[in-house]
């Protein structure tokens, strides 16, 4: 932290253009511009007389377009007491005063888009300008002199203090205000992340708060010794800071303290991050300028601990051997992250890869702009998300892809609206939050059939589980209710399918090396040992998780991490607390994931445990692996579907077995398009007669011009059976020319069932018993096993 001294009155407001310049304004009527390469000062422009600044902020970089990364935006306002504001340009010169309130205008902020103005004074109004300052409308006229005034996400809403309330408005006419009592005094000072979407809000009650948007209070402080004068979000949403008298806090996004520093300032008037969130800028009522950097941020994974020490220095520690490295970088450190034996180092100009073997060597490339707001990585790459894309790294320092669609906002990705897993990236779309676009990892190109996913309801967080084939990829989706869906990402042609898994979720993360999830969820710590089982065997979904209560984490408490069989959790006041499972799910994931069946079904009837033996019914359903399923099922009990599993050994083509397995997973879909595709027309026809789907039975025998006599029998004997006419029309019209013959239909079915097991490629059914244990049944129309419910 460092207090710089060039004011020789009380300073009001500070702002920047790039990490390395920043600008503050005081009541000696000077601007100052400081650099903090050079430790130079020099007066940017000198007020008139009567004109003591309140509030400055730079014109949004994002909007001044993408190339504004490194030199930073050239044109701020500056608000002051003689109820004008001021467009001051880079250079010192005042393009424009404007008459904006009577009395003190005190604060004016630019819309995240750059095309709005909004300005808040003392006689209570807050109004609208455009870019080049004309008046567009006065939102607002209230009695209390408005301190606060914060622009929403998407630049469409106002959020403003009217005395001891919040309120935040649209910018339609008719829209109505959300407005409730947010503090025990006068609120002095309010900030609203785009990222995160929360609202910060501090006053002269001595508390701060954190809010969500629909008003409810996510976080409230102690009461403090003095007002809290100042707050800032940094860019990304992660942490904010706090400024009261002599006082500098920062604090986690839910509100907990990570530091307090009591630097001899006065009161810090205002506080301002810089763009690449690792330095904020503080007006001191003492007539001095601070500027703090954000240090100490600890990453750990595994048995490594990494710490930035400074700006410019990372230690790294091996906790087994107590190894310390020192790695020291040119520029400044803007983001870390530490995973799957990898540390990526953002700075203000390059990237490091360092693969923790060999702290000595890193791989490093230059960055084309400075300014990484989120590192995300996953087994085999990494994903960097600058102001305006989203690019995928090889570890070995190459650019993969970087996937983009229309109206794509990199600069407010975070955590949780963009996931990444070895194959995909999903990220949550802006403009629509029930769309998820999901992207190949190899080539940026989106998957299957290009549609993204929509989900029917706002999305707030996804996650994209580690392990498996690609063609087996889920993502978990917690929407706006805190319901948990699990979704297939990679689908052609057919309707993708989504799964409820659970609700009231407040946190999740999958495992890095096994397709485990866990939840914190309405009270109860929840991990889904194979969470597919929902797509395998609903009967089983709620027999393969492990529940315990969540009251030792205290409230709101947030899973940070799933490494093997250890979760790492964050309590509300910021404490880390461990928590473990069960070693031997993961054990079985490997041995499934490897296709060692008799090892699983070995460790299962060593541990004895149900949970495992449903995960390893789920799992070999799945795989059709028809032995291992029949055990499992077997030793949970559930005769019936043994006996189908047994049943389905018998039929000698593999395609139709598989069928068979696809329909005890509960997808006809599957199972029809399994045999169509063999050319098992004949066994496709009849699943449909078993499911009483006549229409499709019936399309699909005059389609490939077989069996049209067989669908009309079957139909013919079911209508009997319930002494009912036929009166479908495309029923009445095939069975006009044709006559049903029985023992022609028995002949024909038999000779079907002599040509499947005549087909040259029959693979006969693995058999957990020998042929000659089981009596030989008469052959008979297998659509599906008689157990299977009708």
Same mark, same amino acid.
């Given at each position: 932290?460092?207090?710089?001294?060039?004011?020789?009155?009380?300073?009001?407001?500070?702002?920047?253009?790039?990490?390395?310049?920043?600008?503050?304004?005081?009541?000696?009527?000077? +601007?100052?511009?400081?650099?903090?390469?050079?430790?130079?000062?020099?007066?940017?422009?000198?007020?008139?007389?009567?004109?003591?600044?309140?509030?400055?902020?730079?014109?949004?970089?994002?909007?001044?377009?993408?190339?504004? &990364?490194?030199?930073?935006?050239?044109?701020?306002?500056?608000?002051?007491?003689?109820?004008?504001?001021?467009?001051?340009?880079?250079? /010192?010169?005042?393009?424009?005063?404007?008459?904006?309130?009577? /009395?003190?205008?005190?604060?004016?902020?630019?819309?995240?888009?750059?095309?709005?103005?909004?300005?808040?004074?003392?006689?209570?109004?807050?109004? $609208?300008?455009?870019?080049?300052?004309?008046?567009?409308?006065?939102?607002?006229?209230?009695?209390?002199?408005?301190?606060?005034?914060?622009?929403? =996400?998407?630049?469409?809403?106002?959020? @403003?203090?009217?005395?001891?309330?919040?309120?935040?408005?649209?910018?339609?006419?008719?829209?109505?205000?959300?407005?409730?009592?947010?503090?025990?005094?006068v609120i002095l000072n309010v900030d609203w992340n785009p990222v995160n979407n929360l609202i910060l809000s501090g006053g002269e009650d001595c508390r701060y708060k954190v809010w969500d948007t629909y008003g409810r209070i996510m976080y409230s402080s102690a009461a403090h010794d003095y007002p809290i004068t100042s707050l800032a979000w940094t860019p990304n949403g992660e942490l904010f800071a706090v400024g009261s008298f002599n006082t500098?806090?920062?604090?986690?996004?839910?509100?907990?303290?990570?530091?307090?520093?009591?630097?001899?300032?006065?009161?810090?008037?205002?506080?301002?991050?810089?763009?690449?969130?690792?330095?904020?800028?503080?007006?001191?009522?003492? &007539?001095?300028?601070?500027?703090?950097?954000?240090?100490?941020?600890?990453?750990?994974?595994?048995?490594? !601990?990494? +710490?930035?020490?400074?700006?410019?220095?990372?230690?790294?520690?091996?906790?087994?051997?107590?190894?310390? !490295?020192?790695?020291?970088?040119?520029?400044?450190?803007?983001?870390?992250?530490?995973?799957?034996?990898?540390?990526?180092?953002?700075?203000?100009?390059?990237?490091?890869?360092?693969?923790?073997?060999?702290?000595?060597?890193?791989?490093? %490339?230059?960055?084309?702009?400075?300014?990484?707001? *989120?590192?995300?990585?996953?087994?085999?790459? %990494?994903?960097? +998300?600058?102001?305006?894309?989203?690019?995928?790294?090889?570890?070995?320092?190459?650019?993969?892809?970087?996937?983009?669609?229309? &109206?794509?906002?990199?600069?407010?990705?975070?955590?949780?609206?963009?996931?990444?897993?070895?194959?995909?990236?999903?990220?949550?779309?802006?403009?629509?939050?029930?769309?998820? #676009?999901?992207?190949?990892?190899?080539?940026?190109?989106?998957?299957?059939?290009?549609?993204?996913?929509?989900?029917?309801?706002?999305?707030?967080?996804?996650?994209?589980?580690?392990?498996? =084939?690609?063609?087996?990829?889920?993502?978990? $989706?917690?929407?706006?209710?805190?319901?948990?869906?699990?979704?297939?990402?990679? +689908?052609?042609?057919? !309707?993708?399918?989504?799964?409820?898994?659970?609700?009231?979720?407040?946190?999740?993360?999958?495992?890095?090396?096994?397709?485990?999830?866990?939840?914190?969820?309405?009270?109860?710590?929840?991990?889904? #040992?194979?969470?597919?089982?929902?797509?395998?065997?609903?009967?089983?979904?709620?027999?393969?998780?492990?529940?315990?209560?969540?009251?030792?984490?205290?409230?709101?408490?947030?899973?940070?991490?799933?490494?093997?069989?250890?979760?790492?959790?964050?309590?509300?006041?910021?404490?880390?607390?461990?928590?473990? $499972?069960?070693? #031997?799910?993961?054990?079985?994931?490997?041995?499934?994931?490897?296709?060692?069946?008799?090892?699983?079904?070995?460790?299962?009837?060593?541990?004895?445990?149900?949970?495992?033996?449903?995960?390893?019914?789920?799992?070999?359903?799945?795989?059709?692996?028809?032995?291992?399923?029949?055990?499992?099922?077997?030793?949970?009990?559930?005769?019936?579907?043994?006996? @189908?599993?047994?049943?389905?050994?018998?039929?000698?083509?593999?395609?139709?077995?598989?069928?068979?397995?696809?329909?005890?997973?509960?997808? =006809?879909?599957?199972?029809?398009?399994?045999?169509?595709?063999?050319?098992?027309?004949?066994?496709?026809?009849? *699943?449909?007669?078993? *499911?009483?789907?006549?229409?499709?039975?019936?399309?699909?025998?005059?389609?490939?011009?077989?069996?049209?006599?067989?669908?009309? /029998?079957?139909?013919?004997?079911?209508?009997?059976?319930?002494?009912?006419?036929?009166?479908?029309?495309?029923?009445?019209?095939?069975? !006009?020319?044709?006559?049903?013959?029985?023992?022609?239909?028995?002949?024909?079915?038999?000779?079907? #069932?002599?040509?499947?097991?005549?087909?040259?490629?029959?693979?006969?059914?693995?058999?957990?018993?020998?042929?000659?244990?089981? =009596?030989?049944?008469?052959?008979?129309?297998?659509?599906?096993?008689?157990?299977?419910?009708?």
């Open positions: 932290m460092v207090l710089k001294s060039a004011h020789s009155e009380l300073v009001s407001c500070v702002g920047w253009t790039t990490p390395d310049e920043c600008y503050s304004g005081a009541d000696d009527h000077l +601007v100052l511009k400081w650099n903090l390469n050079s430790n130079e000062t020099t007066t940017l422009v000198k007020l008139p007389e009567d004109v003591f600044p309140t509030d400055m902020h730079w014109f949004p970089k994002s909007a001044a377009g993408g190339g504004a &990364g490194k030199k930073g935006s050239d044109l701020f306002v500056l608000t002051s007491t003689d109820g004008k504001f001021h467009l001051i340009s880079r250079s /010192g010169r005042v393009e424009k005063s404007i008459d904006a309130h009577k /009395g003190a205008v005190l604060s004016g902020r630019w819309s995240w888009d750059g095309t709005a103005l909004v300005t808040a004074g003392e006689d209570g109004q807050v109004k $609208i300008w455009s870019r080049s300052g004309m008046l567009r409308s006065t939102l607002t006229q209230n009695s209390n002199t408005v301190y606060g005034v914060a622009w929403g =996400p998407d630049s469409d809403q106002v959020l @403003f203090t009217n005395g001891r309330q919040l309120v935040i408005k649209s910018l339609q006419a008719n829209a109505k205000p959300t407005m409730w009592k947010a503090h025990e005094g500098l806090r920062l604090c986690d996004q839910a509100g907990w303290s990570y530091s307090l520093e009591k630097p001899n300032t006065g009161s810090l008037f205002k506080l301002a991050w810089s763009s690449d969130g690792t330095q904020v800028a503080g007006a001191c009522g003492n &007539g001095q300028v601070l500027i703090a950097n954000v240090i100490e941020k600890r990453l750990e994974w595994k048995n490594y !601990e990494a +710490v930035v020490v400074s700006s410019k220095q990372i230690h790294v520690r091996n906790v087994m051997n107590e190894a310390l !490295e020192k790695l020291d970088f040119r520029d400044r450190v803007i983001k870390v992250s530490l995973c799957f034996n990898h540390l990526v180092v953002a700075t203000a100009s390059q990237c490091y890869i360092y693969n923790t073997k060999n702290w000595n060597t890193p791989m490093i %490339f230059d960055l084309k702009e400075g300014n990484i707001s *989120l590192i995300l990585q996953a087994e085999k790459h %990494f994903m960097l +998300v600058d102001s305006s894309n989203v690019y995928i790294y090889s570890y070995d320092g190459r650019m993969v892809c970087s996937p983009k669609y229309p &109206g794509m906002r990199a600069d407010i990705l975070n955590y949780q609206t963009v996931s990444l897993s070895n194959d995909t990236v999903a990220i949550r779309d802006k403009t629509d939050e029930k769309v998820i #676009y999901v992207f190949d990892a190899q080539n940026g190109k989106p998957l299957g059939d290009g549609k993204p996913i929509t989900h029917k309801l706002e999305v707030m967080e996804i996650a994209l589980d580690q392990c498996g =084939p690609a063609t087996e990829r889920r993502l978990a $989706i917690i929407d706006k209710n805190r319901d948990l869906y699990l979704t297939s990402v990679r +689908v052609f042609g057919s !309707e993708r399918k989504s799964n409820k898994l659970g609700n009231m979720i407040q946190s999740l993360c999958w495992n890095d090396s096994a397709n485990m999830l866990a939840a914190l969820a309405d009270g109860k710590f929840t991990v889904w #040992y194979y969470p597919n089982t929902i797509y395998v065997d609903r009967d089983l979904a709620s027999r393969t998780v492990f529940e315990k209560e969540a009251s030792e984490f205290g409230k709101n408490p947030q899973l940070l991490n799933f490494i093997g069989n250890h979760i790492i959790i964050r309590r509300a006041e910021g404490s880390l607390v461990g928590t473990g $499972i069960s070693p #031997y799910p993961a054990i079985l994931h490997s041995y499934v994931q490897s296709s060692r069946w008799d090892d699983a079904v070995r460790l299962c009837r060593f541990v004895k445990d149900d949970v495992l033996w449903c995960c390893l019914a789920a799992m070999s359903a799945y795989a059709k692996e028809l032995n291992t399923a029949e055990i499992a099922y077997a030793s949970i009990k559930e005769a019936e579907k043994v006996q @189908f599993i047994v049943n389905i050994k018998d039929i000698p083509v593999k395609e139709a077995r598989n069928a068979e397995m696809a329909l005890l997973c509960g997808s =006809p879909q599957d199972a029809e398009s399994i045999l169509l595709t063999a050319g098992l027309i004949f066994r496709a026809i009849m *699943l449909n007669i078993q *499911l009483y789907n006549w229409d499709r039975a019936l399309e699909l025998a005059v389609k490939h011009k077989t069996h049209v006599d067989t669908v009309l /029998g079957y139909r013919q004997r079911y209508l009997e059976r319930f002494d009912k006419k036929e009166k479908n029309k495309r029923f009445l019209q095939y069975s !006009e020319g044709i006559e049903i013959d029985w023992e022609k239909i028995d002949a024909k079915i038999e000779m079907e #069932y002599q040509k499947e097991r005549e087909r040259p490629e029959r693979t006969p059914a693995p058999s957990a018993a020998s042929s000659g244990d089981r =009596p030989e049944r008469s052959e008979r129309p297998r659509g599906r096993s008689q157990i299977s419910g009708h």
